[in-house]
């Protein structure tokens, strides 16, 4: 089993762009979560999905958008790149929520927003 | 609120000393709790969590944590610290019933030699 996967790994952006990040994950878990990280702040939730063909927003949804057509996949849109979003973005999902249900982490895509 | 605190953002031990990562947490009820390391440039992987079976939890690689209702705490310890240790560790916490997992800011760990 590949886990979490994430696509891509690393992406340079110039304000005002757009893309696409990927995360597929072959667990069959139901939930998956978007997070950003940044220093000192930990993760922060941006987007999450409690199955397929639904989404929610989380702490810090503005300026994201996310798709979940598929229960194995989840993405995490960027309409219009700004500085103030570069960072780690990770996805995770897991079986169910809480409940000690653990999440498992992709590997992170690192996003420069110049 | 629900909100956890990790009360130390650095951490330095010799090799071959104990660790101790403090953690502590707001909650109703009965939470769900985690610890995660980060190792530089991976992705976060879990050390262990806490199911209620036990509140000494052991995890991967020598780590335990001790859940303590009566101080709301979660502290991740390991006797004897080792080089491939240095990371960053987060204390996660999920109320029960909700789809919430709450990050800590992280401890970064570091081991001298």
């Known amino acids: 089993n590949a886990g979490v996967t994430q696509t891509p790994k690393f992406r340079v952006l110039k304000t005002g762009q757009s893309m696409t990040l990927l995360c597929a994950q072959d667990?069959?878990?139901?939930?998956m979560y978007w997070y950003r990280q940044d220093p000192g702040m930990g993760l922060r939730l941006i987007h999450y999905s409690v199955g397929e063909g639904t989404t929610a927003k989380g702490e810090v949804p503005d300026g994201y958008n996310v798709s979940r057509l598929k229960k194995q996949n989840f993405l995490l849109g960027l309409e219009s790149a700004a500085p103030s979003q570069t960072s780690v973005y990770f996805c995770a999902s897991s079986y169910r929520a809480g409940a000690y249900n653990e999440q498992f982490f992709g590997p992170g895509t690192r996003l420069t927003v110049l | 609120a629900q909100s956890v605190t990790q009360l130390d953002s650095h951490v330095s031990v010799s090799e071959g000393t104990p660790v101790l990562l403090r953690c502590n947490y707001s909650s109703s009820y009965s939470p769900s709790l985690f610890w995660y390391v980060q190792h530089p440039n991976k992705g976060l992987q879990l050390l262990l969590k806490y199911t209620s079976a036990a509140t000494l939890v052991k995890g991967i690689n020598g780590f335990e944590a001790e859940f303590k209702k009566s101080e709301t705490s979660f502290h991740l310890t390991k006797p004897s610290a080792h080089m491939s240790d240095a990371a960053e560790y987060f204390c996660?916490?999920?109320?029960?019933?909700?789809?919430?997992?709450?990050f800590g800011t992280g401890t970064r760990l570091k081991v001298l030699a």
């Open positions: 667990m069959n878990h139901e939930y």
């Open positions: 996660v916490v999920s109320p029960s019933g909700t789809y919430k997992y709450i």
